[in-house]
């Protein structure tokens, strides 16, 4: 059994920054894919950063915030910072874990992010 551990978010102002803890719980395979995505009202997700394995980290700007996502694979974590928030930002952002082996995906509960101007 795997589950996601989220913890960070919260409110802050324009301009501010959050970061985002999210560690894996249980056995993984240790080729594999963690990031954040953001999930709009209507449940669709989009990704905000996600770094592989071999360390790769990939940025789909869908943020006006400036992230960087960096990872542990000691604890099993990956980080987002997220620099100079915006009102545009605000959100649930939710964690995933891609495994290779078996090829399955698995999602934290989410995290809110408010951000006022």
């Known amino acids: 059994q795997v589950q996601l551990v989220e913890s960070g978010g919260g409110l802050v102002h324009a301009g501010g920054s959050l970061k985002l803890d999210c560690a894996a719980v249980g056995n993984i395979d240790s080729s594999n894919v963690m990031g954040w995505y953001r999930q709009f009202p209507n449940n669709d997700r989009e990704v905000v950063a996600v770094?592989?394995?071999?360390?790769?980290?990939s940025y789909r700007g869908s943020t006006r915030a400036r992230p960087t996502i960096t990872r542990n694979d000691a604890t099993k974590s990956v980080t987002l910072q997220l620099d100079d928030l915006q009102p545009e930002d605000t959100g649930t952002y939710i964690c995933?874990?891609?495994?290779?082996?078996?090829?399955?995906?698995?999602w934290g509960q989410g995290t809110q992010v408010t951000v006022s101007s």
């Open positions: 995933n874990l891609k495994t290779m082996r078996p090829l399955r995906d698995y």
């Open positions: 770094m592989s394995s071999t360390g790769q980290p």
